[in-house]
């Protein structure tokens, strides 16, 4: 079967940096993606990856290992703005997308 | 940038009554739209997607008689909740891409309670 896995909650102290974890195992592999959300709101896109490496985008880094099955999300200067949770998502061979349970990130001041 | 629609934002109706959500793909075509609901603290979950001119493909254990999708422009997809319960009370989200390889794009939500 497909599966992807994140922490299901993480905390963090403003104005640090939080990795967030994503591991996936699917039916091929067509980019991975982050969303995030914000409780009773819909998800809003950060990044994605489709070749190895790392993709900076100001505050938010998104790193991928395709050989490796993984992914992180790299978050610095954390803002108290930043407490939402985030999902990983993978597009598979068919183009659709195979979501993670997400992660809850919790800032502390 | 690509922008979906979705209305209503919240709506509560009673019990046996059904309900209409309305997802739009204000700037561009989308052939083709995603169903996902969400209970609380859970990740989405895909329901059906939703094709452009033919039947929706609905996931497995999803009825497609209490879930009926209508697909029948290239901006506009409809999900209407039939004869809706209180076990149906969730966040349903449509989403749609822009082409093959994009990101998805999200409509707001649909918060519904069935009371």
């Known amino acids: 079967g497909q599966n992807i896995d994140q922490p299901t909650e993480m905390t963090a102290t403003e104005g640090a940096i939080v990795q967030i974890n994503c591991t996936y195992q699917t039916s091929g592999f067509n980019g991975l993606f982050w969303y995030q959300q914000h409780a009773g709101e819909a998800p809003t896109f950060l990044s994605y990856n489709v070749l190895d490496g790392l993709e900076e985008k100001g505050r938010f880094s998104s790193f991928l290992s395709r050989s490796k099955g993984y992914s992180y999300l790299l978050l610095k200067e954390l803002q108290m703005k930043d407490s939402a949770s985030y999902l990983c998502?993978?597009?598979?061979?068919?183009?659709?997308?195979?979501w993670g349970a997400g992660t809850k990130l919790i800032i502390k001041p | 940038g690509a922008v979906v629609s979705q209305h209503p934002s919240r709506v509560i109706c009673k019990s046996g009554t059904s309900v209409k959500i309305e997802c739009r793909s204000l700037?561009?075509?989308?052939?083709?739209m995603f169903w996902y609901r969400q209970f609380p603290k859970q990740s989405l979950m895909l329901m059906a997607t939703s094709n452009e001119g033919s039947k929706a493909t609905y996931e497995q254990g999803v009825e497609k008689d209490k879930f009926l999708i209508n697909h029948a422009s290239l901006t506009l997809s409809t999900l209407t909740v039939t004869s809706a319960h209180p076990e149906d009370s969730s966040f349903y989200i449509c989403?749609?891409?822009?082409?093959?390889?994009?990101?998805?794009?999200f409509g707001q939500g649909t918060r519904l309670t069935v009371v």
């Open positions: 998502a993978v597009r598979d061979s068919n183009y659709q997308l195979i």
């Open positions: 989403s749609a891409n822009r082409g093959q390889v994009t990101e998805a794009f």
């Open positions: 700037d561009f075509q989308a052939t083709t």
